[in-house]
């Protein structure tokens, strides 16, 4: 059974971004957008840079470049230039991703629902506590 992990998280991690690309399509976007409009909505208090993106996604540099860059390209996110520091960029929802917020919204909402639902009270807080601490376990 625990050699099958690696290998059901994968399993569940591609249906899930399947539901995710199926969702995003209809708005001409990709699962990663979607799930970045959704990180930018929710953390609109805070401000946002390139770095905090790489980091929620766990995902490199030059990715997060080429995501950002399309999605600024694509009217979706503004870059801020900071005050007190012109090489730093806060990153923004545009009027374009905030027309879609509550749509995107929802469609997390119900598809975080749907995942959880297939486990009890208990299992879902030990499910959710388990995901967070995988990433950080296999860095080190």
């Known amino acids: 059974m ?8 994968k399993v569940a991690s591609n249906e899930i971004s399947r539901e995710i690309n199926s969702f995003a399509h209809k ?37 997060a470049t080429n995501i950002l860059k399309t999605m600024e390209k694509n009217g979706l996110i503004l870059r801020r230039t900071v005050q007190n520091d012109s090489r730093l960029k806060r990153i923004v929802l545009s009027d374009k991703s905030k027309s879609m917020q509550d749509s995107i919204e929802n469609f997390m909402d119900q598809n975080d629902q749907m995942i959880l639902s297939t486990l009890g009270a ?13 990433p950080q376990k296999l860095k080190k």
Do not use: C, M, P, W
């Not at 799930?35 to 905090?52: E, G, M, P, S, V």
């Open 2 to 9: 625990t050699g099958d992990v690696a290998h059901l998280l």
């Open 27 to 63: 708005y001409g976007l990709t699962g990663t957008q979607v799930q970045i409009i959704h990180y930018l909505a929710n953390n609109h208090q805070d401000d946002i840079y390139q770095k905090n993106i790489e980091h929620e996604f766990n995902i490199r540099r030059s990715t």
């Open 122 to 134: 208990l299992e879902r807080h030990s499910f959710v506590h388990a995901l967070k601490k995988i």
